[in-house]
């Protein structure tokens, strides 16, 4: 089993999960030529692709999801809440499948465990996926943390973790007041700290990757985030990875 990051941030998101010959797009945020280009940079090409799993409707999200279906005839899975909300930009595309945010279900040789997040959208999900071995656990929109999701996310082997913002950078910046309003409430997106306090209470016992995910351009930079996780975790700075925007990241092996 092995994970990739196509990019991650307000600009764009994409990660595969593959194990055998399942491969699914988690999320897709991206034009469709740049959605391709950037797997290409992975070694995959769209026909490749089991499924493209959506987390939610907001556009650095789901954006390219309606073009690379259509193109590819990728088939989509989304929460029933999802599907409400853009069922005119899926209108067209046959291989649309809808799933309740506490409902896992399989796709070829991965299990998919849907995590029911706070974030300010209609039934927006995160999710861990499996091979029945090793599991990796994605978490890269919310606004703060519950019980269910750390029971869900306990006991991972790799976990891609938001750390969207510095608090302290957050507040002197540039955004307006309403933004940063948004931005750090608990239907917002996770600020270092969170995350860090977040991932120190959870079972930490099977992890052997730990990636800082949905890192704001303007409001956080990749020294913080790592220092956070890593004090979270007793370990060095370098340990700690980081999803870019631009490049994602490489494979990750389990």
Known sequence: MRFASLGSGSEGNGLVVEAGGTRVLVDCGFGLRDAETRLARLGLVPAQLSAILVTHEHADHIGGVPAF??????????????????ADRFE?????????SHERFAIGMLEIVPIAV??????????VIGDGARRVGILTDLGVSTLHVENCLSGCDALVLECNHDLDMLEHGSYPSSL????ASRLGHLDNGTAAALLARLDNSRLVHILAAHLSRENNTR???RAALAAALGCAHDWIGVADQDAGFEWREL
Request: proline share 7%.
């Open 69 to 86: 279906a259509a193109r590819h005839g990728t088939p989509v899975w989304a929460t029933f809440g999802t599907l409400a909300v853009v």
């Open 92 to 100: 067209g595309l046959t291989r649309v499948y809808g799933f309740d």
């Open 118 to 127: 706070p974030h300010d959208a209609r039934e927006p999900v995160q999710y």
């Open 180 to 183: 940063k309003k948004r931005i």
């Open 223 to 225: 020294e913080l985030a």
